[in-house]
């Protein structure tokens, strides 16, 4: 194969990729455009209408026909609709495709984020019972100590409450001012409305710590499967100030 039918190929392939990438987007622009051409069309073909009508029919209908002049103009004008027909039928199609696009990516990271969750619990799981619960919140520590040395606080700390102790929440690495009870409570408060409700979506669990809420706390949460716990970490930031470092016993999508 020559150097010119290779990058063909390569360019082909790259083509194919990125269309493939960016579909959704893609198709919701088309979509965009096409409401826009289908809205230019349709007033198009209806100054268009009012001028066939007009020289067809020099005088007003009388009353008694004025349906057979209604069945007589759709005659005259049907025609003049048939390409912002085909531009809304496009539009229509390009914005169908681009939610079905949408909702099966949504589906296959659902069932990912599912897949791995259950594994990392399979895992501690297995940890603990290999080597007990005190060498398994050992290595807890250290992680978390890692991560707080990582990702020192800054200036930028949320204040959530009257509370001076500092916090840091693992799975999002924000840190604020709480309290260990004030934690607690909130962890009560879910399980109970778990209870209750059978879900409870981690916006609320932000919501009850002062916590402002992240693209991903309106679709994860825990539900009456297992019950919320939250599992802590006692650390020190760089400059030595005690922080309660926590993360969540699970999180599903819900």
Not at 31 to 40: D, I, N, P, Q, R
Not at 104 to 126: H, Q
Not at 141 to 153: I, W
Not at 202 to 214: A, C, H, I, R
């Amino acid at each position: 194969m020559s150097s010119l039918g290779a990058s063909l190929l390569k360019f082909k392939g790259n083509a194919k990729h990125l269309l493939r990438s960016n579909s959704p987007s893609i198709l919701t622009a088309l979509g965009v455009s096409g409401t826009l051409s289908t809205a230019y069309l349709a007033g198009k073909a209806s100054y268009k209408a009012a001028e066939v009508i007009r020289r067809a029919h020099r005088t007003f209908p009388a009353p008694g026909e004025r349906k057979q002049r209604a069945k007589e103009n759709v005659q005259l004008t049907w025609t003049l609709y048939i390409p912002a027909a085909v531009s809304g039928g496009l539009t229509i199609a390009c914005i169908i495709a681009a939610n079905r696009i949408g909702s099966k990516r949504t589906a296959a990271l659902a069932a990912a984020y599912s897949l791995s969750e259950t594994a990392l619990v399979e895992y501690r799981e297995k940890v603990i019972e290999k080597f007990g619960e005190r060498k398994e919140q050992a290595v807890r520590d250290e992680l978390a100590q890692d991560k707080v040395a990582g990702n020192p606080p800054n200036r930028e700390v949320i204040i959530s409450g009257s509370s001076d102790v500092l916090c840091y929440e693992l799975l999002t690495g924000r840190y604020f001012r709480c309290d260990m009870e004030t934690l607690r409570k909130a962890a009560n408060d879910i399980n109970g409305k778990i209870l209750r409700e059978r879900y409870v979506l981690l916006s609320e669990f932000y919501y009850l710590v002062g916590l402002p809420y992240t693209t991903h706390s309106s679709v994860l949460g825990w539900d009456s499967d297992r019950l919320m716990e939250l599992q802590f970490s006692t650390v020190l930031s760089e400059d030595n100030v005690p922080c309660i470092a926590f993360e969540y016993n699970y999180t599903k999508t819900l």
